[in-house]
T-cell receptor
Framework: DGGITQSPKYLFRKEGQNVTLSCEQNLNHDAMYWYRQDPGQGLRLIYYSQIVNDFQKGDIAEGYSVSREKKESFPLTVTSAQKNPTAFYLC?????????FGPGTRLTVL | GNSVTQMEGPVTLSEEAFLTINCTYTATGYPSLFWYVQYPGEGLQLLLKATKADDKGSNKGFEATYRKETTSFHLEKGSVQVSDSAVYFCALATQGAQKLVFGQGTRLTINP
């Protein structure tokens, strides 16, 4: 089955800890994206990558970091510098201008 | 800059009612237009898209027509079901753009 997987679905961390969210795709898409969604809100772009070993900041990159060592994978690290990390995180990959989304990871920082 | 404005929610309808969710956009050039749907606790699913003026995107009984003269891409369905309850996002991508621009989303609730 082709698609985008995000793991885990729910993640709990203590304040001050870094945490890495996984995003994998087997669609052979070049571009990948990370978004943050807060309750009742729209999507805000964190980081995106058009090709391996290259990525750009989105609108709210502060407190986050990414890597793109493989075409299939685009992990997001939420660092302790992120002031309010509790949110729903969505990963997407794109074919031309059409983005396809994973199921999301709900991160709760206690 | 590029922007998308959606109808304010929440929208509540009875089953079998006619649905319209308004979406207007501001963009340079000729953008592609999209509707995504998000069910509770899930990611976004692509519902339909249109890439040029007068194109009609359709899927699962939903339709939207790309109207360049009114810069609109309104989502319609003739007879909604309880299972259509979700949040709907309108979005655009300009030519050569690396990012989507999303509207704020419209929450739809269908009562039996």
């Amino acid at each position: 089955d082709g698609g985008i997987t995000q793991s885990p679905k729910y993640l709990f961390r203590k304040e001050g800890q870094n945490v890495t969210l996984s995003c994998e795709q087997n669609l052979n898409h070049d571009a990948m994206y990370w978004y943050r969604q807060d309750p009742g809100q729209g999507l805000r772009l964190i980081y995106y990558s058009q090709i391996v070993n290259d990525f750009q900041k989105g609108d709210i990159a502060e407190g986050y970091s990414v890597s793109r060592e493989k075409k299939e994978s685009f992990p997001l690290t939420v660092t302790s510098a992120q002031k309010n990390p509790t949110a729903f995180y969505l990963c997407a990959s794109a074919l031309a201008d059409t983005q396809y989304f994973g199921p999301g990871t709900r991160l709760t920082v206690l | 800059g590029n922007s998308v404005t959606q109808m304010e929610g929440p929208v509540t309808l009875s089953e079998e009612a006619f649905l319209t969710i308004n979406c207007t956009y501001t963009a340079t050039g000729y953008p592609s237009l999209f509707w995504y749907v998000q069910y509770p606790g899930e990611g976004l699913q692509l519902l339909l898209k249109a890439t040029k003026a007068d194109d009609k995107g359709s899927n699962k009984g939903f339709e939207a027509t790309y109207r360049k003269e009114t810069t609109s891409f309104h989502l319609e369905k003739g007879s909604v079901q309880v299972s259509d309850s979700a949040v709907y996002f309108c979005a655009l991508a300009t030519q050569g753009a690396q990012k989507l621009v999303f509207g704020q989303g419209t929450r739809l609730t269908i009562n039996p």
